[in-house]
């Protein structure tokens, strides 16, 4: 009951014109980015965040979570309407929307997904609401042992899951990522490190322009490689264009399961939307009595993929927040844009700022409600907005890629380490790297230095703390657990002993979301 | 696994071993710190030796992987895709990136830079002069316009100090 009050005041704070103003903006900028193939949700924010240096902090957190959610939800428009999933976290999605559209059901199927987005994200919304306080409190009681733990888990868990094929390939991104963040002042006697005498790199390397090559430039690299896309000719806004409440009430059981498995895809570290849209329709697939639909236009399969992919939005905020560790590409962004505008995201959160956990949730449900009220309307124009030919798209996209990094510290080498990580970015992309891991080796590079080495210094130099208090045992399972499944023997062995059935279609790949 | 992807993963592979230790040897030759007689457990060079060794052990196991017969053939793997696409595109961002921002002011280098894209990506196949010269302008209009915009954007609206 305290929570739905301070949630319900966090919700009447916002309430006002210049709340609304920003949602609207934010909300639809987020959906033409999703929706447009070769922007993504990460992009969009990473490039936000460098236009909300002037705004007041709630504002423009408001307005990249807004960003974040229009974004994640604008894949679906491309995913149905042309195959093309707007952001890898739409794949799934284009499995059965297109079908859909392609029998003349594209106004519905989009109807659909819209309801999918905003329940998926609703649900995701209750369980942040719900688990991070607590998280946040159990997350007092972390260590140095317990951190460095969470460090490597995170990067271990993002590679196993986000390399398709190749967990290996995962694992050398988030060390890579990891070896980025070790450049500069160390974080315990400020001893500078392969700086090679570039006082530049004193400080380390940047996480935005960082992200913005990894994310941004990579991305346009990729779309100028690829050839122009075949777009379907489908009868774009034919059919209904509001979803059927006995549709909704029929599909209810897959919308709550996706949101759960969204949300709890979405609390594991650098995972991201993409792999919650798979685990969210490939169970739906498992326990539907239509199974025989799925990949051929299934309702169900489409809300399935839909709010899988955005609880995840929600999800990932609850370790970002309580622990500083994002669950995601885009939230990795956002804990960078939080530190920028003053909130310390970390265990610390529930002392400091206890409110503020309820002032995201009232503002990811401000989201919700804007991509629930222009999806249903503005079907027509966001099918004119994916006709913007990318010969023109992608040369202002590289220009905000280029001006956004430079306006957060006015320095040109942050120019320059754009342009490497858009070309390490997409070497990398090309030969099956993902880039989620090697993004969060950014971020936790530093939780996972100093807590090794402050957990050494208070153990006296002794290993054992790290595998004998409860919560680091645990989590040195885990990853041991994690690490051996991915050894191709051990695959092949639990393979044997669960097998399963192959999803139609493509296999779920990490992606940048 | 293609030969092609084979042939990636064993460079990549010798590339990652030898940036592995590269770690290993920088981590173990940073300065220790005694002079300020911090504990050994927390010397600078600590972290990126561990990660130096990991590295080096996976970029093994990569080449290890990267053995014996391919599973593929390289045209099931290919992409539909255009290299000289990508030449282009990155010829024109780096000489844009490192080339005129910095040496000529922010909104000329962009409008230049932008209608250059423009113009070389929509060029019509056809010798057809007029609508040669239709590109030519659309794509410098286009490109001082954004150029404007943005520049007016970030200089006005959020007082950045154009490069």
Same mark, same amino acid.
């Given at each position: ?11 009447g %704070?916002?309430m006002?014109?210049?709340? *609304?103003?920003?949602v609207?903006?934010s909300?639809l900028?987020?959906i033409?980015?999703? &929706?447009l193939?070769?922007?993504t ?15 007041d ?7 990249l979570?807004?960003?974040y ?6 894949g679906?428009?491309s995913a149905? *309407? ?14 059965d %929307?297109f ?5 003349g059901?594209a106004?519905?199927a ?6 999918g987005s ?6 995701g919304i209750v ?6 306080p607590?998280l ?10 317990e951190?460095?733990w969470?460090?490597v888990?995170?990067?271990?868990i ?15 991104? %988030? ?8 450049v #500069? ?13 570039? &006082? !530049? ?7 935005i322009?960082?992200m913005? %090559?990894?994310?941004?430039?990579? !991305?346009v690299?990729t779309?100028?490689w ?6 379907? &000719? ?8 509001l979803?059927?409440l006995?549709?909704l009430?029929?599909?209810k059981?897959t919308?709550?399961?996706s ?5 709890l895809?979405?609390?594991?570290p650098?995972v991201g939307e993409?792999?919650?849209?798979? +685990?969210?329709?490939?169970?739906a697939?498992?326990?539907s009595?239509e199974?025989?639909?799925f990949g051929?236009?299934?309702?169900e399969?489409l ?7 955005s609880?995840?939005?929600? #999800? +990932?905020?609850?370790p970002?927040?309580?622990?500083a560790?994002?669950? &995601?590409a885009p ?6 844009a939080?530190?920028i505008h003053?909130?310390?995201?970390g265990p610390m959160?529930?002392l400091e700022q206890p ?16 991509? +629930?009220?222009f999806?249903?309307s *503005? ?16 040369p ?6 280029l001006?956004g990094?430079?306006?957060?510290t006015q ?6 380490v ?11 992309r090309?030969?099956?790297y ?5 993004v ?5 590079g530093?939780l996972?230095?100093k807590?090794?080495r ?8 002794d290993l ?8 680091s045992?645990?989590f040195?399972?885990?990853?041991a657990l ?7 023997g051990v695959?092949r062995?639990?393979a ?6 192959r ?7 990490g992606?940048s979301? | ?6 042939r990636?993963?064993?460079l990549?592979?010798?590339?990652? @071993?030898a940036?592995?230790?590269?770690f290993?040897?920088?981590?173990a030759?940073?300065?220790r ?5 911090i ?15 990991i ?6 196991l990569?080449?290890l992987?990267a ?8 045209a ?6 255009s290299?000289?696409n990508?030449?282009?595109?990155l010829?024109?961002t ?13 909104t000329?280098?962009?409008?230049v ?7 070389v990506?929509t060029?019509?196949?056809e ?8 590109t030519?302008?659309?794509s410098?209009?286009y490109?001082?316009a @954004?150029? @404007?915009?943005?520049s007016?954007?970030f ?9």
């Amino acid at each position: 009951m305290d929570r739905l009050t301070d949630f319900l005041g966090a919700l009447g %704070g916002l309430m006002s014109f210049a709340t *609304l103003f920003h949602v609207t903006w934010s909300t639809l900028l987020g959906i033409f980015v999703g &929706s447009l193939p070769g922007l993504t949700a990460t992009m969009g924010v990473a490039l936000l965040t460098t236009l909300t240096y002037t705004l007041d902090r709630d504002a423009a957190i408001l307005v990249l979570i807004c960003m974040y959610v229009g974004a994640i939800y604008g894949g679906s428009r491309s995913a149905i *309407l042309l195959n093309i999933p707007g952001t890898p976290a739409s794949a799934a999605t284009a499995l059965d %929307g297109f079908p859909l559209a392609q029998r003349g059901e594209a106004g519905y199927a989009m109807a659909l997904a819209t309801a999918g987005s905003a329940l998926g994200t609703i649900v995701g919304i209750v369980l942040l609401v719900l688990l991070a306080p607590p998280l946040g409190e159990a997350a007092l009681g972390f260590g140095s042992f317990e951190f460095f733990w969470l460090a490597v888990f995170g990067i271990v868990i993002s590679g196993q899951l986000t390399a398709g094929g190749s967990p290996l390939k995962g694992y050398i991104a %988030g060390i890579l990522g990891l070896m980025v963040a070790m450049v #500069g002042s160390d974080g315990i006697h400020a001893h500078v490190r392969f700086s090679f005498g570039v &006082s !530049e790199l004193n400080g380390g390397i940047g996480l935005i322009p960082a992200m913005v %090559g990894a994310f941004g430039f990579a !991305e346009v690299l990729t779309v100028m490689w690829q050839r122009r896309a075949q777009v379907a &000719s489908v009868q774009t806004g034919s059919g209904r264009s509001l979803p059927r409440l006995s549709d909704l009430w029929r599909y209810k059981g897959t919308i709550g399961r996706s949101g759960v498995i969204g949300t709890l895809v979405g609390i594991i570290p650098g995972v991201g939307e993409d792999i919650g849209a798979w +685990a969210s329709y490939a169970l739906a697939r498992r326990l539907s009595p239509e199974r025989a639909e799925f990949g051929k236009g299934s309702r169900e399969g489409l809300t399935a993929a839909e709010t899988g992919n955005s609880a995840v939005v929600p #999800g +990932a905020l609850i370790p970002a927040l309580t622990l500083a560790v994002p669950g &995601s590409a885009p939230a990795a962004v956002l804990i960078a844009a939080l530190f920028i505008h003053g909130v310390r995201p970390g265990p610390m959160i529930m002392l400091e700022q206890p409110q503020f956990i309820y002032s995201i949730a009232a503002m990811l449900l401000l989201a919700t409600i804007a991509i +629930a009220v222009f999806g249903l309307s *503005l079907t027509r124009f966001f099918v004119m907005v994916m006709r913007v030919p990318r010969e023109y798209l992608m040369p202002v996209v590289f220009t905000l890629c280029l001006i956004g990094p430079y306006a957060l510290t006015q320095r040109v080498f942050d120019i320059w380490v754009m342009v490497a990580f858009g070309i390490l970015g997409f070497v990398l992309r090309r030969m099956d790297y993902p880039m989620p891991p090697l993004v969060l080796g950014i971020i936790l590079g530093d939780l996972l230095d100093k807590n090794l080495r402050r957990g050494l210094t208070l153990s006296d130099g002794d290993l054992s703390p790290f595998f004998t208090r409860p919560i680091s045992a645990a989590f040195a399972v885990l990853i041991a657990l994690t690490i051996a499944a991915s050894i191709p023997g051990v695959r092949r062995m639990l393979a044997r002993l669960f097998p399963r059935r192959r999803l139609a279609g493509s296999s779920p790949r990490g992606g940048s979301q | 696994m293609s030969p092609k992807a084979q042939r990636a993963d064993r460079l990549t592979a010798a590339v990652l @071993l030898a940036l592995g230790l590269a770690f290993l040897a920088g981590g173990a030759m940073m300065d220790r710190l005694e002079i300020r007689h911090i504990h050994p457990a927390s010397i600078p060079g600590l972290v990126p030796m561990f990660l130096g060794a990991i590295l080096a052990l996976c970029a093994v196991l990569l080449l290890l992987g990267a053995r014996g017969p391919a599973s593929e053939t390289d045209a099931q793997n290919a992409l539909d895709v255009s290299t000289p696409n990508l030449w282009i595109t990155l010829g024109l961002t780096l000489v844009y990136a490192l080339g005129l921002v910095g040496r000529v002011p922010f909104t000329p280098a962009t409008a230049v830079f932008i209608a250059c894209f423009v113009a070389v990506f929509t060029w019509p196949a056809e010798r057809d002069g007029r609508e040669r010269l239709m590109t030519l302008g659309r794509s410098a209009v286009y490109g001082l316009a @954004l150029a @404007l915009v943005v520049s007016t954007l970030f200089r006005d609206g959020f007082l950045v100090r154009l490069p």
